[in-house]
Structures are given as C-alpha cells and as structure tokens.
C-alpha cells in the first residue's frame, strides 16, 4: 500500500503537469479535443491523491513504523481518533492534506462548471492545477510522507501530547479549508485577467467560494484560539505570534475583498482593487505557510523539520509578480465606468472600511516581519509582541466598528440629511444612553480601560442599528404576514445575504465586546499552597482540598488538584486543574480547569507540585472570554445563511443589469 | 483631477497617514532588542535598564528555587559558552528544565543580573531533536514524577472528559 500511495502521488504530478499545459492549449488554440481530454485530469488527480491519503492513514490505522512519518506521529496505543488526526500532525502530512483538499475543491469546481462558462474555466483548472504541481513536486521531491524506515522500529514515538486534544481534529482541517479555498477566487480572477473577461463574473462564479472559505478561515482562528485558551495554560486566547499572525491576515484581507466585491457587483466600480485583493489573500495564505515552514521567525509553533521556506519564497515571488504584471497589462480593461460621490455614502464607508482592514492587516505584516527587516538593516534584531499590536490594531479596530454601524444604514451614492437623521437618530440615542449607564460602573484608569469603554458604546451602537434593521423589516412584513416570527423569518428568507451579512456582523459585535472585556478587566494571581490553605482572586475564594494521582492509561499519568471555589461562602463549583505525563515525553501538560458563563471565566492552573503535596495555584479571572466563542457561532449560523442558494439573487442581479442598460447576458451561476 | 477624486484621494491618505503614524510610534515605544546570549555579552554599548529579549540555553543544574517563596526562581542562561544570570517570579512553564531553549524577556540591572517578567520555552515539537541527541529515552517517565503512588481508593474524581 505504501508503494501504490508514492507510486500514485508520481502520476498525479504528472497527470497535473499534463492538464495544466493542456487546459491553456486547449483555451488558447480553441482546441476541443485537448480540452476533453484536459477534462479528465482533476479526476486522476483528484482519485491519485486521495488513493494517496489512503495509503497513509491506513499506515497510521494499521502502525507501520516503516514510515517515517508515522514513526514520528503515532505509536501503538494511540488512540483511533487521533491517529486519524495525526496524519495532519507534521509537515509531510499535512502537505498531502493541502493538496487532498485542494484537489477536492477542484473537482468541485469541475463537476459545477462541467461544459459551462468555457471562456473563463479551463484558465482557471490551469491555475489550480498549477498550484497543485507546486505541492506534489514537494510532496515527491523534498518532503515525502512515505520516506521509509530501512529497519522499521517496534513502536512509534506518538504524538506530541499537546496536541492530543480533540481541537486537533478540528482546528487545523478548518484552517486549511479556509486557506486553501482562497485558490478558486484566486484562480478565477487570473483567468478572467488572462481571458481578458473583465466583468464580474468572476466574482459571482466565486461568491460561494469566497463566503465558505472566509467562513472557514473565520472559524479555524476562533478554534485556534479556543485551542489555545483551554490547552496551553497560559490564560489567554492571542497572543500575536507569527504563527497566528500568519492566520489572521488572509482573514483579514478576505474581509476587505468580501466587502469591496459588493460595490462592483453593484456599482461596477472598484476592479483594480478588488483584483488586487484577492491576490493580496493568496499571498498571505502562500506567506502564512512560508512562516510556518520556513523557521525564520522565532515563533512558538513552528513546525519541526522546517526546511521549507525557500520553495514557498519563490513561489510568493512568482505569483506576486505574474498577477503583477498580468492587472498592469490589462489596467485598461479595468477602468471603472462610475466614480464615488459624496463622502456620506455606502461606497465611501466601504473604501474606508477596506482601508481600515488593510490597516489592520499591514500593522499585523509589519510587526510579524520587523524582526528581518531590522535585522537586515540595522544589524539589531528587534522584535515587537503584543503591546505594538494592540497599540495599532485596537484604535482602527475601534474605527472598524463605527463603521460596521455606519455603513449598513447609510445610503447608497449621497446620503441626505433627512436619510442621516431617520436612520442614525435612535442608534445613537440608545449609543449614548447605554454610555450614560456604564460609565459609573465600568473601571476607567487607565488607557485600555477608556478604550473599552468605547468598544462598549460602539457594540451598543452597532447592535441597535442592526437589530432595528430586523425590526423594521419584520415590521414592513408583518402586514403580509400571519405571525410576528413568520414575518422575520420571510424578510430573511427573501434577502438571505442582506440579513445573514448582518447577522454576521452581530457575531463580530459580539466578539468585540469579549475581546474588549477580556483583554482590559481580566485579573490573575499565583500562590503557592499547602493543603488547606486558599487564594482569592475577585469574589471567588478557592480551598486548595486534596491531590490525587491517576494511572490513567498505560501510557498516561494524571496528577490532579481538586479546590473548591467558593462565592459570599457558598460552594459554587470544584476546580480539578491537573497535570499530565505521558510516557516517551519528557514533558508534562498542564490539564487547566476553566467554569465559563457568559459574564466571566474563572481559570485554573495547577502549575507546579511538590512531594509534599503543596501545589503552586494559578487563577486567572476573565471576563466575557464566553462571548467570543458565542460571537462565533452567531457568525457561523449567518454565513448559512449567507451562502444558502438563492435564485432571488439572481433575479434582482437581472433587473439591476436592466437597470444599468448593461446588455443581456444569461446569469451563469 | 476633478473636485471629487481630490476629496477622496485626501481622505484615503488622511486615514492611510493616520495608520502610518499609529504603526510608526507603535514600533517606537514598544520594540526590544532581541539577542542570544553571546550577542548580547559582544555588544559594546550597556543595554542596562532598556527592554531586551534574550535567547539560550538553561545552564544543567542551575535552577534554583527560593525555599520561603516557590515561585521565585534563579537559573543561568547559556549560548556559546557564556552565561547569564537570570532571576524570575512567577509560574515556569512546563518545559522550563536543565537544558532546554528558553526566552527571557526583561531588562538587566547594574550587575548584570537579568530580571524577567516573562519566561518563554520553545516549542514542544523540538523533543524529537533531543532525543536524537541521546535525551530522555521514551517510556521513561520523568524524573519529575512525584513519588505519589497511583492508589485508586484515594480517587473519587469524576474522569474529565476530553471527547
């Protein structure tokens, strides 16, 4: 099986190879018969790789230490479900997973857009198939999962415990789909440069993409950063690393391409910048994985064998400067047929909300990056953590949400007074009344204090104007309808992506309020006790009780702490932090133990123990961390929203184009 | 140019300045030297007093715990055969151990003695590095296993669940 999995990883390069050259002969000299038989190549690809991916897990499944791969990620008395997992665990295998996932979007596409839009997509297979030969020349050439062992040992070294977490089976598989989704809009617009087929259809062929991949990616940093928060025992859930930088910035600019999309969509204006965008996406997703692999930037999870940053390197430069030189040869086809009127409109909050994202996502770059570039500079390694991060991203985050606010409820083209003054007047009535009533309870001492504070008005602000949409939609329905839910589920049902954009931003309101609440009011303390003895942190009062240990499994010690958690002297709840030792790791995990409700979590460590079984106590308190975590799934439940299909959509795409007297052509979606 | 692209073009680059000037003082008032231990012993200027971030290896025997207080600790640093003295309050991490890769974030004071305020270990996945190196050989659990037996009359937790 290992022989067949390296044999067919051979011949989906080839067979890659093949279809790209193919797919553009075929587009170029309008040859039908190369392009049936180009046709058939995100098949082959698709079934090699998969047969491949086989191959592996059932070398995880069955311990075949003849692979090195497996060797190093797995042993005998691994459990199933994260032998399944560890097939992402290193380098090598999550390479193959890249490629398995790409190729399976590909085979989407092609099943889609079989005998359909035959201009644009046999460009776009090219492009994708390209990338794909990049990913299979390193999976055969430079890092393969079927290295063999020449005497293969009796069990595996396992997987590194910090990663035995079910977020394991999770996390990553979301991150990827995220960023290896961004390789169909990507690939779509190169053809639609490439063919010369510069409307937008490119971007309504790819909507779906864009919106499920953005979807993906949102989640798979939400996942991280819960990962983080429960596993890694430090109290926090960010902390700005290059690693998670490097996750954070595609998002960041997919956000600003899937606001700016909606003005070319509607306005057929903004086509260099939207061009633009979405190659600034797949370069940062190219870019996050050349700072995970490369080594370059000391971070906290990089990858072990990390060798591979050159090969991701060229390949940034080469995708910058082929999408360079293709948007400048084709500038004149991307000239706008309308202009921005007035600085109160729905265009001009988008520009600046696409600014401000930018902003964000270049302060992010910088700061990741600022360690070579002094370096290469200065001589002097500098390096910025956290308080440059938050020192630049907070006050245009803030910014952000005021426009999140702004933008939905102003008018398209000029915004008038009178359209100023129905729309904003109560949002910011309730604004400045939820101000009036916390500012005497909310602390205001210092910097990041005043700043939540402002993040509290602002989510007031930005809610209030969203839920009033609601309202008044419902309202307007209400008349046609039986029911009061009925009309609210009617108004949605009919403009899916208006109000699953809005409830998005509700989820992004509260992830706001989380993060402001979190990061500026949250406390922590350490001690060191002996049974018996407590630690107080806020109105909570923990009695260190007992400390047991555990022969969990045979591989696996746990030593536990128990503290019952006391508030106004009533038991409320046990804390059970505990520590746990795995054999062939020479380090233990730290197992906290966190009581989350909605207005705070209280979070335990057990850092350290002695003999004596004294214990060393790390509580952290946190407030609204909850919210981030409910955020999400809020935005999770309106990009369904969002993506469901929707043949209105198309109806009023039509009528617009009427509209616009833009001449016919059929939709294509 | 007409009035309007004047406008926005001012008001784009009012908000792009704004960004610049945030990230431009950002990096002013927040940046850290980052050094490895002999980097930082070669340079000729004193850093004492301004924010350094160093880089090397736990020196094999020379963590120290104050016995009043468990959570003040003294170790040395090495990288290329020069040391450093460091003294820390507060939890180490689990990887903190004779001989692993630590970051030391603070600043040194007049005897050269480095005071961090935080501790970082580097990445758990280098163990396979060590061990090749002739570490910790697997199936031995650490000598940090406390003597407590495994007894399990004196358990009466309930098993957390991890899925």
């Known amino acids: 099986m290992n022989d067949i999995g390296e044999f067919t990883l051979m011949i989906a390069l080839a067979t890659s190879l093949y279809g790209t050259v193919a797919y553009v002969m ?84 092609h099943i889609q857009n079989r005998s359909k839009n035959l201009i644009v997509v046999p460009y776009a297979m090219a492009v994708m198939l390209a990338i794909t030969c990049f990913f299979l020349f390193l999976l055969n050439f430079s890092t393969n999962p079927f290295e063999r062992i020449p005497l293969p040992p009796e069990d595996g070294r396992g997987l590194n415990p910090l990663l035995q977490n079910y977020w394991m089976v999770i996390h990553p598989p979301t991150l990827y789909l995220g960023y290896v989704g961004f390789t169909v809009p990507f690939a779509f617009a190169m053809a639609a440069l490439i063919s010369k087929n510069l409307d937008d259809a490119w971007i309504r062929l790819t909507r779906k993409w864009t919106v499920v991949s953005w979807f993906f990616l949102c989640m798979g940093n939400l996942f991280g950063a819960s990962w983080a928060y429960v596993e890694l025992g430090w109290g926090g859930y960010w902390a700005w690393d290059p690693v998670e930088n490097a996750a954070f910035m595609p998002l960041i600019v997919a956000t600003a391409y899937l606001h700016s999309v909606m003005i070319q969509e509607k306005k057929d204006m903004m086509k260099v910048w939207n061009m633009s965008l979405i190659l600034l996406t797949f370069v940062m997703t190219i870019f996050g994985t050349f700072i995970t692999r490369s080594g370059l930037i000391q971070s906290v999870h990089t990858f072990d ?54 902003g964000i996502a270049f302060a992010t770059f910088w700061g990741t990056i600022f360690p070579i570039i002094s370096e290469a500079i200065r001589g002097v390694k500098i390096t910025v953590g956290p308080p440059f991060y938050n020192q630049v991203n907070v006050p245009i985050g803030l910014a952000l949400l005021a426009l999140i606010g702004i933008g939905p409820i102003i008018a398209w083209r000029k915004a008038t007074w009178s359209n100023l003054k129905k729309n904003f007047l109560k949002p910011l009535m309730f604004a400045l009344i939820g101000g009036a009533i916390l500012f005497p309870v909310v602390p205001l001492s210092n910097r990041s204090e005043i700043y939540t504070y402002i993040a509290f008005i602002l989510c007031i602000f930005v809610l209030s104007s969203m839920l009033i949409e609601f309202y008044k939609g419902t309202m307007a329905r209400y008349a046609s309808s039986e029911t009061y839910l009925g009309a609210l589920g009617s108004l949605i049902w009919n403009n899916k992506r208006r109000y699953g954009g809005y409830t998005v931003h509700i989820g992004v309101v509260m992830i706001y309020a989380g993060i402001a609440a979190s990061s500026s009011y949250g406390i922590h303390t350490e001690k060191r006790l002996k049974i018996g003895e ?26 536990i702490a128990q503290l019952a958690v006391e508030k106004d002297g009533k038991k409320i709840w046990t804390a059970r932090p505990e520590k746990e030792f795995y054999k062939g790791q020479n380090q ?48 999770a439940l309106g990009t369904m929203v969002c993506a469901w299909p929707d043949r209105l959509e198309q109806r009023r795409r039509l009528e617009r184009l009427k509209l616009q007297k833009i001449v016919f052509s059929p939709a294509q979606e | 140019m007409d009035r309007k692209k004047i406008k926005f073009a001012l008001g784009s680059s009012l908000i792009v300045g704004t960004i610049g000037y945030l990230i431009a003082t950002g990096i002013n008032s927040t940046s850290t030297y980052f050094f490895t231990v002999s980097e930082l012993m070669d340079q000729k200027v004193s850093f004492h007093g301004t924010g350094l971030k160093v880089k090397g290896n736990v020196v094999a025997g020379s963590i120290e715990r104050d016995p009043g207080d468990y959570l003040n600790v ?6 290329k055969n020069r040391n450093l003295n460091v003294v820390y309050q507060g939890v180490t991490p689990d990887m903190f151990q004779d001989g692993g890769e630590v970051v030391v974030e603070g600043a040194l004071d007049e005897q050269g003695v480095f005071h961090a305020n935080t501790l970082l270990t580097s990445c758990p996945s280098k163990y396979e590095a060590e061990k090749e190196a002739g570490g910790m050989h697997p199936g031995t659990l650490p000598d940090y296993k406390p ?3 495994p007894d399990p009359r004196k358990v009466d937790f309930l098993p957390k669940t991890t899925i």
């Open chain 1, 305 to 358: 064998e990390a060798t591979l940053g050159y090969y991701f390197l060229g390949l940034l430069f080469f995708i910058i400067a082929v999408c360079t030189a293709l948007i400048i040869s084709r500038l004149p086809l991307l000239k706008s047929k309308n202009e921005l009127d007035s600085f109160l409109s729905r265009e001009a909050g988008f520009l600046f909300n696409n600014l401000l994202l930018l």
């Open chain 1, 588 to 635: 233990p995990v730290s197992e906290v133990d966190v009581r989350s409700t909605l207005a705070s979590d209280l979070y335990v460590i057990l850092a350290d123990f002695s003999e004596d079984e004294s214990a060393t106590i790390k509580v952290y308190h946190n407030p609204m961390v909850k919210w981030l975590w409910t955020g999400g799934w809020i935005i």
């Open chain 2, 74 to 79: 003294q170790f040395a640093i090495e990288e």
């Open chain 1, 26 to 109: 075929a587009a170029r000299g309008n040859r039908i018969d190369l392009y049936l038989s180009a046709d058939k190549v995100p098949l082959i690809t698709w079934a090699c790789i998969m047969i491949s991916s086989i191959a592996l897990w059932k070398a995880f499944f069955t311990n075949d230490f003849s692979l090195q791969y497996v060797y190093a990620y797995s042993n005998i008395e691994l459990d199933y479900f994260y032998k399944f997992s560890s097939f992402w665990g290193g380098q090598k295998g999550s390479l193959l997973f890249w490629a398995l996932i790409l190729t399976s979007y590909m085979m989407v596409v």
């Open chain 1, 534 to 559: 407590t630690i107080e942190i806020r109105d909570y009062m923990l009695r260190y009780e007992k400390l047991a240990a555990i022969q969990a499994t045979s591989v696996k010690t746990r030593i």
């Open chain 2, 147 to 149: 003597k407590l037996k």
